[in-house]
């Protein structure tokens, strides 16, 4: 059974800085684009960033360019994302997603979520 | 950017009756359109990507369907577990956005 187990949420202060980690078991991780999704409470879902299959190609939702950085490491089959200059708008659960793959193809939908971890931005 | 935009923002429906929820690109996105599940407290779920085709495991009485760039998800009787907030996305190209969510209840 695939498994995404997302960890390193909390609160932290308006400016800082936290790291999230996305745990993949299940899987060949190295054969999936990865994603992370947000939620702020009681808000719909917001796409955050994503992340090719050997860290090529890299996109980012414009509200978080310039502050998060997504990244990947194959050999520990996890999926991070480096959350600095935090602001109390990125308040939200973040999900970790794994990208779907049909063949050589590589499309940046969601088939497998993890659970969430929370990040709370407040003074 | 692509823009998604969804409706009704709400719906509430009895069960039995044919739920109907449609997405709008603002821009040209062929089929690469998928809609979510995500049932209250839970973890959002794929139903359906290609605009049309069933996600292994959900049932058929979801479907969905495409006019050029209007995207429709259908409930054909809609059953008390499908209360939920459902969403769309494009992954046509990035930003990958999905519509605000429509929030599905029972009358």
């Known amino acids: 059974e695939v498994q995404l187990v997302e960890s390193g949420g909390g609160l932290v202060k308006p400016g800082g800085s936290l790291r999230l980690s996305c745990a993949a078991s299940?899987?060949?991780?190295?054969?999936?684009?990865m994603n992370w999704v947000r939620q702020a409470p009681g808000k719909g879902l917001e796409w955050v960033s994503s992340i090719s299959i050997s860290s090529i190609h890299i996109y980012y939702a414009d509200s978080v360019k310039g502050r998060f950085t997504i990244s990947r490491d194959n050999a520990k089959n996890s999926l991070y994302l480096q959350m600095n200059s935090l602001r109390a708008e990125d308040t939200a659960v973040y999900y970790c997603?794994?990208?779907?793959?049909?063949?050589?193809?590589?499309?940046?939908?969601?088939?497998?979520w993890g659970k969430g971890t929370t990040v709370t931005v407040s003074s | 950017d692509i823009q998604m935009t969804q409706s009704p923002s709400s719906l509430s429906a009895s069960v039995g009756d044919r739920v109907t929820i449609t997405c709008r690109a603002n821009q040209g996105i062929s089929n690469y359109l998928a809609w979510y599940q995500q049932k209250p407290g839970k973890v959002p779920k794929l139903l359906i990507y290609?605009?049309?085709t069933l996600q292994s495991g959900v049932p058929s009485r979801f479907s969905g369907s495409t006019s050029g760039t209007d995207f429709t998800l259908t409930i054909s009787s809609l059953q008390p577990e499908d209360v939920a907030t459902y969403y769309c996305q494009n992954y046509n190209s990035a930003p990958w956005t999905f519509g605000q969510g429509t929030k599905v209840e029972i009358k």
């Open positions: 299940g899987l060949t991780f190295s054969s999936y684009a």
């Open positions: 997603g794994k990208s779907a793959s049909i063949g050589a193809y590589h499309y940046y939908y969601m088939d497998v």
């Open positions: 290609a605009a049309s």
